[in-house]
């Protein structure tokens, strides 16, 4: 479900920034002076592409995941027969990985591309958000391990109602 609204939106960025390239209006350039970078025709051509290269990336890691997770999806429900099945389990997580691996390279890249967004009007914004997007890409790679309670839900419960019962008497 993530993967496709992914895709989807990489390919409406993807239109979009396509029409701004192929425009003949002053849309293409940025703000002029207002923030130190290469501004030249050439310049804002190839931060346009580089743009467009990384979403078309992005959409294409995302479809591979969509049909990936689709198709373990098919293999799951498949009926097995005793031994002569082509279709074993291992094949199946291995597909399931694969389909993972390609969501977390088609999340990684569309991150990566928005300071390249920001790259339109200036290196500094770039720096500026590159720093911001590294606690979140850290958060996204990292799983924190909470301590484990050291009573179990049902020991709680029943401290609970010793408890209640105390104070009753």
């Known amino acids: 479900m993530g993967s496709t609204l992914m895709a989807t939106t990489c390919v409406l960025l993807c239109s979009g920034l396509a029409a701004m390239i192929s425009s003949t209006y002053s849309v293409k350039k940025p703000l002029n002076d207002s923030v130190y970078g290469a501004h030249g025709e050439l310049m804002v051509a190839m931060k346009y592409v580089t743009l467009l290269v990384f979403f078309l990336f992005s959409f294409f890691c995302h479809s591979l995941s969509v049909r990936s997770l689709n198709q373990v999806n098919y293999l799951v429900n498949t009926v097995q027969y005793c031994g002569s099945s082509l279709i074993t389990t291992d094949y199946v997580s291995e597909l399931f990985e694969k389909g993972s691996i390609f969501n977390i390279v088609g999340n990684r890249i569309f991150y990566l591309g928005f300071p390249l967004i ?52």
């Open 118 to 169: 920001l790259w339109i009007f200036g290196p500094v914004l770039v720096f500026v958000s590159s720093i911001a997007i590294l606690p979140i890409l850290y958060n996204l790679d990292f799983i924190f391990v909470c301590k484990a309670p050291s009573k179990t839900m049902s020991d709680q419960m029943a401290d609970h109602r010793e408890n209640k019962e105390l104070r009753m008497v």
